[in-house]
Every structure is written in C-alpha cells, then in structure tokens.
DNA sequence: CGTTCAGTTGACTAAGGTCAATTCCCGTGG
DNA sequence: CCACGGGAATTGACCTTAGTCAACTGAACG
C-alpha cells in the first residue's frame, strides 16, 4: 500500500522504498476519535492503511464546517498547521475505526537534508494539495448546491457511499435540510 | 524591489540575490492586457513591478468569477497550471498598466537542478499558495456575503481603495445588486 | 416493542439573484 | 463655464435559492 503511494511520485529506488516502513509507526484510532484537534500544532502527517476521516472547523456562531474527507490510502494531516507550524482550527476525526502510519515532521525535515528527493517529494505534496483545493474552491465559488451535489454523485460515488448525508451536506456547504430537497428534485 | 522578496525566503545569499535580475525579462502590459489567457499553458511565472491584475475565469453559463488579484510585489502566473502542465481555465488580465520581471518554468528548474535551495525556494511558494488559498476557501464556507465584505474591508482595505466594485462583488462571490445592498446596510 | 439516530418533510423566513431604470461621476468638446 | 455622453454604481420590484424550526418516518438494535 504505501509502497505503492511512494512509487507514485518517481521519486525513490526500489530499495529505498522498501526501506520505508521503518521512519513510519502504526497508529489505531477509534471510532469518533480524533488524529488532529483544533488549537492542536499538526507535528505529523499520516498515511491512512484503513478507516475514513472527517476534518471540520466550527465557525464563531457554532455551525460545524466539514473541510474535506480522507479515505484509505490518502494522506492524514492539518496541511496548513503542518506546514505553517500554527496552531490548526481543524477536527480531523475517525468516522470509522481506522489504522495509520505516521511519521513526524522533524523525521521528514532530516530525511530531507540528506536526501534531496524528500525536498521534492515535500513540494509535490504541496503543489498536489494545492490542486485540489483549488479545484475545491471553484466549485463552491461557481456553482449552486444541486450542481455541486450532481457533481459529486458523478465524480467521487465513494462520497454518497460511505459518508452520512449530514457530514455531506455540511462538505456542500448547505444544511441537511435543503440537501434532502435537491436529493429529491433529482430522483425525478 | 524584487531583490526584497528574495531576501525574504532566507535561502538566497546576499551575491546570488544581486544576480538575480539576469534571470528575469521585463515586460510590460497594457491595462486590459493580457498575461495569460484561459486554454494556455502557464509557462512562466512574473514578478508584478508596477500595477494590478484580476484573475478571473468564465464558466459554463457565462458568468465571469473573480479568482484573486495581484498587487505589486506578488507573483503572477496561473499557478495551477504552471505545476501541473495543463491548460488553465484563468485569465489573468491587467487592471491598470503594469510592469513585470518575467521567469521560465524550465529557467527555474535549471536552477533548480543546479542549487537545491531553488527546489526548496518551489516549495515554498508552494506551501504559501495553498494557505492562502484554503483562508480563501474557508471565508467562502463559512461566511455570508455580508461577513464576507466587512472581514475584506478590515483586512484588505487596500482591494476597496483600488478595485472596481463590480469586481470586487465577483470576487466576494455575489451579484453587483447584492453588494450595493451590503455596502448601504453597512453604511448605518 | 421502545429507544435512538439518520433522514425526510412542511411551513415560514431570510439571503441573494434578475432585470431594468436611474443616478452619479467625470472627462471632453463647444 | 456649461452641456452632454459614457461608464460605474445604486436602487426598486419581483423571483429563486437556501436556512430555521419542528414534526414525522423509518430502519437498527438491544
């Protein structure tokens, strides 16, 4: 699985990867707990082996925002505390029971300064969350809730799958209530 | 001017940093000028001298969104499409007249190749997009067009001063109608 | 069978869009 | 100095999208 994740990127030798395992350390995580709480400083990044994760923040009003969704074989982290070394508004929290390997970021910043290809793995990280949010952005800022919804059913029928419709309906960026009105528009 | 913003990232020597400008071309653009178009490949990146940009896309509809702006002293490139080699769908067009130091993609990565501080130089304009992108993203989720253009106006009064407010209503994410209302609620 | 939790629905309200008509501001030419 | 022409911004009347609150349905499970 990792294996797979780190050949990914072109970026390691056969024998380099295969090395790998020993820089990360497993991790369970329960049902409902969290990797990441908000106010936390994120000091370490995880790939996930099993599970599904929730990230959300809660705005100033108490209204719960869901960030994004991560599933098996996706990076686990507070990027933006990660990498700014700030404290996160981020919950990233089980949604099912869930195995990791984590590795820290001080491991990863040593790596780097003897092996440059960690450097580059590090801004490819980067450039690749970057992309994604931005597509991200741009469906929020563009469409309506029905296109953004149909989108989703198109694009990531894992989402519909495995993910409670109030956990959906918050990532959409509406109320529960009006995400059950679009279900039924467009049952029709 | 641009010698600053090197200094900033701490990687540069002072000598490197005063021969910086060999590897950068001055251009400059006419207002309502283009320096990227929506179907290119983004194939370099600028240093804004002098003047302001819009980046702004069309989508299926026809309606014109507002990305970002780019002041002087930012860099300018449709960077989604200069990381990932594909065609962009941004416009990034000059609001007043500008004046620009130009870069290659492939100059840098030259650099790059030669001094590892240029790759790590990439990941952090890297890692700096992207935390500016998800506050972007979570102003968008979490507030409305009213909390949206107060929070714009106590921490970028300089987008009030010098942007038309026909775009500064597609960036917020709303019609001219709907912020002419917001600007004459506020007003009390 | 109750209890619980997720999802749906109805009635009402509020935020924001559409379209078209002004008004405001400013430059230019008489 | 004034008149007017054009782009930017505001406003009014009306409509659509989405939120609020609370009641209801339905399956899951001890």
Redesign the interface.
């Known amino acids: 699985m990792i294996q797979q994740f780190f050949q990914s990127f072109y970026l390691f030798s056969k024998n380099e990867i295969d090395n790998l395992l020993a820089f990360f350390k497993e991790r369970t995580i329960a049902k409902n707990d969290f990797f990441v709480k908000e106010g936390e400083n994120c000091k370490e990044i995880a790939f996930i082996q099993s599970g599904l994760f929730r990230s959300y ?1 809660v ?1 100033e009003e108490g ?1 719960d ?1 869901t ?1 994004c969704f991560r599933f098996p074989n996706d990076l686990l982290a507070s ?2 505390s990660f ?2 070394n700030k404290p996160t ?1 981020e919950n990233l929290q089980a949604i099912t029971e869930a195995t990791l390997l984590v590795i820290k970021k001080e491991k990863i910043q040593e790596l780097a300064s003897k092996n ?1 290809n960690w ?2 793995f ?2 490819m990280i ?2 690749q ?3 994604e ?2 597509k ?3 469906q ?4 309506d809730a029905a296109q953004r919804y149909t989108f989703l059913i198109e694009n990531q029928p894992d989402y519909i799958q495995k993910i409670p419709l109030q956990y959906l309906a918050s990532y959409l ?1 509406i109320t529960q209530r009006h995400l059950s009105r679009i279900r039924k528009e467009i049952s029709f």
């Open positions: 923040y705005s209204k925002n960030y990027y933006s990498i700014s508004v440059p450097s580059e590090s801004r980067a450039e969350e970057y992309l949010l931005e991200r952005f741009f929020l800022q563009q469409n960026g």
